[in-house]
T-cell receptor, first 116, second 111 residues
């Protein structure tokens, strides 16, 4: 099946710094990518939907200036957490959808962010 | 508001038995429904997709039913194995093609 990678798999950063997370579709072109965050024992919460070449659509309550999303190509989307705070510590997961199939999403392995 | 309900309590079953997980939804008209498996610290893995005009889908030991009248999907794992232990997520997608996740149900299969 299709493969989505994320990098890094985990990162520890200091409060006030910025962190960039990459999401790549390895063997298909992803016209749409989704970014989620997940707290322990909670479901995935959609943060934003990213379409290649256009601005991301953020869900209500997600600060677009804090969580910068760039989907510059059909195989790469990035999420930058700016001026990170301890409450941003979470598990961030991306998924990608093949333009040919509006159903199935292919998920990355996730990135564990810890802000100290 | 839209709501997806999955049993928050873990389901404990004995190896070899059939596990049945439930997903109920309200205020939603999904175009299709999906089930994913998630292991701790990992991203979800797609299992099955069923469309609104389909009643049942099967894949190896997995079976999904979709009742749009009851607004419910049932997910079955037959001949369960300890390796099936994981959290199973129900995901609904409507006309906007934006997926909405349930909180998931933890399945524990005892040897």
């Amino acid at each position: 099946g299709a493969v989505v990678s994320q990098h890094p798999s985990w990162v520890i950063c200091k409060s006030g710094t910025s962190v960039k997370i990459e999401c790549r579709s390895l063997d298909f072109q992803a016209t749409t990518m989704f970014w989620y965050r997940q707290f322990p024992k909670q479901s995935l919460m959609l943060m934003a939907t990213s379409n290649e070449g256009s601005k991301a659509t953020y869900e209500q309550g997600v600060e677009k200036d804090k969580f910068l999303i760039n989907h510059a190509s059909l195989t790469l989307s990035t999420l930058t957490v700016t001026s990170a705070h301890p409450e941003d510590s979470s598990f961030y997961i991306c998924s990608a959808r093949d333009g040919q199939d509006l159903g199935e999403q292919y998920f990355g392995p996730g990135t564990r962010l810890t802000v100290t | 508001s839209q709501k997806i309900e999955q049993n928050s309590e873990a389901l404990n079953i004995q190896e070899g038995k059939t596990a049945t997980l439930t997903c109920n939804y309200t205020n939603y008209s999904p175009a299709y429904l999906q089930w994913y498996r998630q292991d701790p610290g990992r991203g979800p893995v797609f299992l099955l997709l069923i469309r609104e005009n389909e009643k049942e889908k099967r894949k190896e030991r997995l079976k999904v039913t979709f009742d749009t009248t009851l607004k419910q999907s049932l997910f079955h794992i037959t001949a369960s194995q300890p390796a099936d232990s994981a959290t199973y997520l129900c995901v609904l997608t409507g006309g906007s093609y934006i997926p909405t996740f349930g909180r998931g149900t933890s399945l524990i299969v005892h040897p």
